[in-house]
């Protein structure tokens, strides 16, 4: 039997999601628990990958394991794993199901706090400098990004893909003064690596008025790097969604 399973994760002790040779990874600690509750080798297959220090607050991967799940299978499995990483479901599938092959949109978030939050330490890019930002520029870049088609502007360089295209379905900025934080949001069918951090560092560039909304803009039309650019730390980013056509893609 193939099984999704959602998964919520915090990234801070991890290299990220893939299996690594010499350092701990999501999959290979899901697997090894997983391997530990039903006495055989698992494989689980993600539905990409995030760098070292991302979260996921909803991530979805597949198993297939012969014979049926233990009635307590979701309770042990999270007795088993560390707690950083949660179980949020298990659910059968069609055999064929893919969870990386047949995501439709994927959804992250971004999160930067304006004053210093203990609580938010990992989870949160702490920036005090924000309050100083231009956040009609911040609305400007990401209403921009869904009139384009293609973004290698916004793509590491050492990333290895094969093209740049990505259909961005939605991209806001959300300031909560109540919270002191500012809150990126962009779903697309495929992110580049680097994709939103590199959005995001843009974005407070802009907001700094050190690049410019005409910069952005050129560099998209012409897909040539940004005359300056900025990566924003890895912790402030989670994975929150993930659509498929038959599947629920939220928490």
Not at 132 to 158: I, M, N, S, W
Not at 205 to 233: C, F, M, N, T, V
Request: hydrophobic share 40%; aromatic share 10%; glycine share 8%.
């Amino acid at each position: 039997m193939r099984y999704f399973l959602t998964l919520a994760y915090r990234g801070t002790r991890y290299s990220g999601w893939q299996r690594q040779p010499n350092a701990a990874s999501v999959q290979e600690t899901l697997e090894s628990a997983l391997a530990t509750i039903l006495r055989q080798p698992v494989e689980v297959v993600g539905c990409g990958r995030t760098d070292a220090g991302v979260h996921a607050r909803y991530y979805v991967a597949h198993a297939d394991v012969q014979g049926a799940l233990p009635d307590t299978f979701e309770i042990g499995l999270n007795s088993l794993l560390p707690d950083d990483i949660a179980v949020l479901g298990v659910e059968a599938v069609h055999p064929d199901a893919h969870a990386r092959y047949d995501a439709v949109e994927r959804s992250y978030e971004y999160r930067i706090v304006l004053r210093k939050d203990p609580f938010g330490v990992e989870t949160a890019w702490f920036y005090p400098q924000g309050k100083r930002l231009r956040l009609e520029a911040l609305h400007d870049v990401a209403a921009l990004l869904p009139q384009y088609g293609a973004f290698f502007p916004f793509c590491k360089t050492d990333s290895g893909a094969d093209h740049y295209r990505c259909q961005i379905t939605g991209a806001s900025w959300e300031h909560q003064p109540e919270h002191a934080r500012l809150v990126f949001r962009i779903s697309a069918n495929r992110f580049l690596r680097g994709m939103v951090r590199l959005i995001v560092g843009a974005s407070i560039l802009a907001g700094q008025e050190q690049l410019h909304l005409e910069d952005i803009r050129a560099s998209l039309e012409a897909q040539r790097p940004l005359p300056k650019s900025l990566s924003a730390p890895p912790h402030g980013l989670a994975l929150t969604g993930v659509r498929y056509p038959y599947f629920p893609g939220h928490p």
